[in-house]
């Protein structure tokens, strides 16, 4: 079995924090690059925790690009050209499925390694801190507490749109498998 929590951990632009925010929600663990952090710092904690690197910003494409001893990871970089991204579910569940299709190519995986990827979905959904990205535990009945920021999260009227767009994922991954 593929370790998915292990291998599919991303870093995120700032740029794109709303892609961070649905990646976390399905999951998995995405640093998401703050305000105060420099360039230089991000991609050397990318490369050094082996993330995949997100971005939008050609300013750090090309400091990958000139900056020598970062050419080898040049390869785990996947650019998303921000001006034709909206932010609506179904252009987001595209973006998703346009990354999920670059891992699977970088690691060679068989389409059937889909079925795979949805289970990890529907074991790990929710599990992360939208906010710091930490592990959440489940403290009471649909009550749900980061230990690093001290947010709770709980079953609101927003869920049932969550759960809309995960079980969109899992549909649109449901395709590659079938096949």
Request: proline residues 1%; positive net charge; charged residues 25%.
């Amino acid at each position: 079995m593929f370790d998915f929590e292990r291998y599919f951990i991303f870093s995120v632009d700032k740029m794109l924090a709303f892609l961070a925010k649905k990646l976390r929600i399905l999951g998995f663990d995405v640093y998401l690059r703050q305000d105060e952090d420099d360039l230089f710092y991000f991609i050397e904690k990318s490369i050094l925790q082996n993330r995949f690197l997100i971005t939008s910003s050609f300013k750090l494409l090309t400091t990958v690009l000139n900056t020598k001893r970062y050419i080898p990871y040049f390869d785990k970089i996947i650019f998303i050209n921000f001006e034709i991204v909206n932010k609506d579910q179904k252009s987001v569940i595209d973006l998703i499925k346009y990354i999920f299709s670059f891992l699977f190519k970088f690691y060679n995986l068989e389409n059937i390694k889909y079925k795979e990827l949805v289970d990890f979905i529907y074991q790990n959904k929710l599990s992360r801190c939208l906010n710091c990205n930490f592990k959440v535990v489940l403290k009471d009945n649909n009550l749900y507490y980061c230990t690093n920021c001290d947010k709770y999260y709980w079953e609101g009227f927003h869920h049932r749109n969550i759960n809309y767009f995960i079980d969109s994922v899992i549909y649109e991954l449901s395709d590659f498998y079938l096949k």
